[in-house]
């Protein structure tokens, strides 16, 4: 861990000092590279560039009085508003309607899951409502895979009893959900209040997650597929804070976040399976738990608190720290108490046509055996002793998954931006202002450590499976064509290698010891 730490650290480093280096020995933004000429050969006024001339300090077009071309000052960097979109359609003077979609096809050599298909990634709506400069509320809503949800309910009343059914229609892992719902009060630049749900700011990913924004069809095995995070992107929390941001010599900027949120914990949900077993019906149900988004309801009190401060030494270049803290055991399993400490570093390192973006995170989830105690001790009345098997035709298992007593991983991404000269009046390039290509290449690496799949309770049993350390690295190799900046379309390649462990972290549970996934994708925002 202290190497990854130590590595991911220093390359951020590396190029913040490179940045830095070019900035005090080149040009400030905006300017030439010609040296200024002599006012004995100076040339008429040219026709303005755009540039509009301050009056205060205007003279007359005396060429004998002829100045050397205006130094442009040293760009400030606009201060942030964290997860808002930019762009988006007006409908009226105060409110912006945006968005975003994404759809993939894959295609893999593995067995299971499906080894090729489509998959609608998600179509999220954002509504922006800024009254006055220093009032703004924020709201984004995600649709998941969800082409439909049908309900219907129906009381039926017979002779000598009634009937009451309910239907429930959908897709298969199919969701709706709240990611972002907040109103903010600006008390000026370095602060500004928001309350309601917002993005918890560790890492990089899960504060720029719209994928519109990415040139690799899937998220990353760290933020989304087999997530060090505490909760899987976008990870909402519902809570208060602040943020703002200061400027730093010529070019820099400091910025900073931090709330006290609800707080993840360990949840449940109850799953009803029906099956045919041995020429007999029957009717599973089971209680699983694990970690999920903190609740919205008011109950559970304020149980963490998180944070992020980054420095943005130029408008190409940022390096950023941050973490999440707080309790997330559940009060059925108090006096045990255990907490969640998660601390990431992430940056991004932009020039020319070159960029390079990257993340570390590491949680700490404390002493998972209390916790699987604790659930035991809870399920068995304090008794140790598993539940007898239900009535005929009927199974009930209880479930504790995916403990894991800490967990850590990284990935970094190089992207060169290039546009061939001879492609301008091509099909791809006709009728757009600035279209380009990306050449991508992104390596990551995640384990989680003496992982515990599952302890379950069921049939008078107590099972508890292994323990054991899981670790898969994925390189990625793409290329994304972008007509428009906020329209993506991409072709990728993953190699997925098992480096650790019986499975694989993703998909979950898999004996192989690599596989190889085709995917190609396209994302539209507005």
Same mark, same amino acid.
């Given at each position: 861990?202290?190497?990854?730490?130590?590595?991911?650290?220093?390359?951020?480093?590396?190029?913040?000092?490179?940045?830095?280096?070019?900035?005090? =020995?080149?040009?400030?933004?905006?300017?030439?590279?010609?040296?200024?000429?002599?006012?004995?050969?100076?040339?008429?006024?040219?026709?303005?560039?755009?540039?509009?001339?301050?009056?205060?300090?205007?003279?007359?077009?005396?060429?004998?009085?002829?100045?050397?071309?205006?130094?442009?000052?040293?760009?400030?960097?606009?201060?942030?508003?964290?997860?808002?979109? =930019?762009?988006?359609?007006?409908?009226?003077?105060?409110?912006?309607?945006?968005?975003?979609?994404?759809?993939?096809?894959?295609?893999?050599?593995?067995?299971?899951?499906?080894?090729?298909?489509?998959?609608?990634?998600?179509?999220?709506?954002?509504?922006?409502?800024?009254?006055?400069?220093?009032?703004?509320?924020?709201?984004?809503?995600?649709?998941?895979?969800?082409?439909?949800?049908?309900?219907?309910?129906?009381?039926?009343? *017979?002779?000598?009893?009634?009937?009451?059914?309910?239907?429930?229609?959908?897709?298969?892992?199919?969701?709706?959900?709240?990611?972002?719902?907040?109103?903010?009060?600006?008390?000026?630049?370095?602060?500004?209040?928001?309350?309601?749900?917002?993005?918890?700011?560790?890492?990089?990913?899960?504060?720029?997650?719209?994928?519109?924004?990415?040139?690799?069809?899937?998220?990353?095995?760290?933020?989304?597929?087999?997530?060090?995070?505490?909760?899987?992107?976008?990870?909402?929390?519902?809570?208060?804070?602040?943020?703002?941001?200061?400027?730093?010599?010529?070019?820099?900027?400091?910025?900073?976040?931090?709330?006290?949120?609800?707080?993840?914990?360990?949840? *449940?949900?109850?799953?009803?399976?029906?099956?045919?077993?041995?020429?007999?019906?029957?009717?599973?149900?089971?209680?699983?738990?694990?970690?999920?988004?903190?609740?919205?309801?008011?109950?559970?009190?304020?149980?963490?608190?998180?944070?992020?401060?980054?420095?943005?030494?130029?408008?190409?270049?940022?390096?950023?720290?941050?973490?999440?803290?707080?309790?997330?055991?559940?009060?059925?399993?108090?006096?045990?108490?255990?907490?969640?400490?998660?601390?990431?570093?992430?940056?991004?390192?932009?020039?020319?046509?070159?960029?390079?973006? +990257?993340?570390?995170?590491?949680?700490?989830?404390?002493?998972?055996?209390?916790?699987?105690?604790?659930?035991?001790?809870?399920?068995?009345?304090?008794?140790?002793?598993?539940?007898?098997?239900?009535?005929?035709?009927?199974?009930?298992?209880?479930?504790?998954?995916?403990?894991?007593?800490?967990?850590?991983?990284?990935?970094?991404? +190089?992207?060169?931006?290039?546009?061939?000269?001879?492609?301008?009046?091509?099909?791809?390039?006709? +009728?757009?202002?600035?279209?380009?290509?990306?050449?991508?290449?992104?390596?990551?690496?995640?384990?989680?450590?003496?992982?515990?799949?599952?302890?379950?309770?069921?049939?008078?049993?107590?099972?508890?499976?292994?323990?054991?350390?899981?670790?898969?690295?994925?390189?990625?190799?793409?290329?994304?064509?972008?007509?428009?900046?906020?329209?993506?379309?991409?072709?990728?390649?993953? *190699?997925?290698?098992?480096?650790?462990?019986?499975?694989?972290?993703?998909?979950?549970?898999?004996?192989?010891?690599?596989?190889?996934?085709?995917?190609?994708?396209?994302?539209?925002?507005?």
């Amino acid at each position: 861990m202290r190497r990854l730490f130590s590595f991911c650290t220093a390359l951020f480093v590396l190029c913040w000092a490179a940045e830095h280096t070019h900035a005090q =020995s080149s040009p400030a933004a905006g300017q030439s590279n010609t040296q200024p000429p002599d006012p004995s050969k100076a040339q008429p006024p040219q026709p303005s560039t755009g540039q509009q001339p301050d009056p205060s300090t205007a003279q007359p077009d005396d060429p004998s009085n002829a100045q050397p071309p205006a130094q442009t000052a040293p760009t400030k960097q606009t201060p942030q508003n964290p997860g808002v979109r =930019s762009g988006g359609v007006n409908v009226g003077d105060a409110v912006t309607i945006g968005g975003y979609g994404s759809m993939r096809y894959e295609a893999n050599n593995l067995d299971n899951p499906k080894p090729a298909g489509f998959d609608f990634r998600r179509f999220v709506l954002t509504t922006d409502a800024t009254p006055n400069d220093r009032l703004q509320a924020y709201v984004e809503i995600e649709f998941e895979r969800l082409a439909q949800i049908e309900v219907e309910r129906e009381l039926e009343r *017979f002779e000598d009893g009634a009937a009451f059914k309910e239907e429930l229609e959908g897709g298969n892992g199919g969701e709706i959900s709240i990611e972002q719902m907040w109103g903010q009060f600006k008390f000026g630049d370095p602060f500004s209040v928001r309350f309601g749900q917002i993005l918890p700011p560790v890492g990089r990913f899960n504060i720029n997650h719209d994928d519109d924004r990415w040139d690799i069809p899937r998220r990353t095995l760290v933020d989304r597929n087999a997530p060090v995070l505490p909760v899987k992107t976008a990870w909402t929390e519902l809570g208060i804070g602040a943020h703002g941001g200061v400027d730093v010599g010529k070019t820099g900027r400091l910025q900073y976040q931090a709330y006290v949120v609800n707080g993840a914990l360990l949840d *449940f949900t109850i799953e009803k399976v029906v099956e045919t077993e041995e020429g007999e019906a029957i009717l599973k149900q089971a209680g699983e738990f694990s970690l999920a988004r903190g609740p919205v309801n008011g109950e559970g009190g304020v149980r963490a608190g998180t944070w992020r401060l980054g420095f943005s030494p130029t408008l190409s270049s940022e390096i950023a720290f941050s973490g999440y803290h707080g309790k997330y055991t559940p009060e059925f399993m108090d006096p045990i108490t255990e907490k969640i400490n998660a601390f990431g570093v992430d940056g991004i390192y932009k020039r020319g046509s070159f960029a390079v973006e +990257g993340e570390y995170i590491h949680s700490d989830f404390g002493n998972t055996d209390r916790v699987v105690e604790a659930f035991i001790d809870t399920v068995t009345g304090s008794t140790g002793t598993a539940p007898l098997a239900g009535a005929a035709g009927t199974e009930t298992e209880f479930a504790i998954k995916d403990l894991t007593p800490s967990r850590q991983g990284f990935w970094i991404e +190089g992207r060169y931006r290039f546009w061939p000269e001879g492609w301008k009046n091509s099909f791809l390039g006709k +009728g757009f202002d600035n279209p380009h290509l990306s050449g991508v290449l992104r390596y990551e690496r995640v384990t989680l450590h003496d992982a515990l799949e599952e302890v379950a309770i069921e049939h008078g049993e107590i099972e508890r499976a292994d323990e054991q350390t899981l670790r898969q690295e994925r390189t990625t190799v793409g290329l994304a064509y972008r007509p428009l900046q906020s329209v993506v379309f991409s072709v990728a390649v993953e *190699f997925n290698r098992r480096l650790e462990g019986d499975v694989l972290v993703f998909p979950r549970g898999h004996i192989a010891n690599n596989y190889t996934s085709v995917l190609a994708g396209m994302a539209f925002g507005f």
